[in-house]
């Protein structure tokens, strides 16, 4: 099953220059199961704190996360590494490959952190569905932009999340393999029934997704 999402009232602020800076000013958002949002907005308008706060990785000023009904801002920090490490997967702008392990290895590890017997045979599946059979063994310095992105497209389903959060997941990618990273992305979350939050300035990012919103000065508005 996917996650229902919520955010109420999301506020974040930062001390600066001896006065405090809004980032995120009340931002409410509900996702049901296996619904995708694309969250539109410049640079600086708020967006990777968005799912930061979604995540856990942060705390915020004001206002809570809920993931299928429980308090992700009221949880202890072990609380947030479990629910990480069962139910929610990441995709980067830059990555995020460990450098010293393959493409199959790189896929492997959140399955080794879940103690799972399937390991290499889901990590090689999966490098499949996303055409990297043939790249398995090279490392991250070994493929292109695009190909690197697919490899952390497929470690991040590799353990099956019923959340997916994506930040700039085209940023670093040429037109061509931003949209087969798109339709990947796309494919896999369907087929999985995820729910998706996919941050972006991208347009053709955001068509990917059922609904659409725009941050912009820490306020948050749906087309």
Not at 148 to 157: D, H, P, S
Not at 211 to 220: F, N, P, V, Y
Request: hydrophobic residues 40%.
């Amino acid at each position: 099953m996917s996650t229902h999402l919520e955010t109420r009232n999301l506020s974040k602020t930062f001390p600066s220059g001896g006065r405090e800076l809004t980032v995120l000013d009340g931002v409410s958002v509900e996702l049901e199961h296996g619904a995708s949002l694309a969250v539109l907005g410049p640079s600086g308008s708020g967006k990777s704190t968005l799912l930061a706060l979604i995540a856990g990785l942060d705390r915020p000023s004001s206002g809570g996360v809920w993931i299928n009904d429980c308090p992700i801002h009221e949880q202890n920090e072990d609380r947030l590494a479990l629910l990480r490490r069962h139910e929610i997967g990441f995709v980067f702008q830059s990555f995020q490959l460990l450098p010293n392990r393959t493409a199959r290895e790189n896929v492997m590890l959140p399955l080794e952190l879940l103690g799972r017997t399937d390991v290499r045979e889901r990590a090689e599946a999966l490098l499949a569905r996303v055409g990297l059979a043939e790249r398995s063994h090279h490392y991250p310095a070994q493929l292109s932009g695009g190909e690197q992105q697919r490899v952390a497209l497929a470690r991040a389903f590799a353990h099956e999340p019923k959340l997916l959060l994506a930040d700039e997941p085209t940023g670093n990618l040429d037109q061509r393999n931003g949209r087969r990273v798109l339709e990947i992305i796309d494919e896999l979350r369907r087929q999985a029934g995820t729910t998706l939050v996919v941050v972006t300035h991208d347009p053709a990012a955001a068509q990917l997704a059922d609904r659409r919103a725009q941050l912009d000065d820490g306020h948050i508005s749906f087309e």
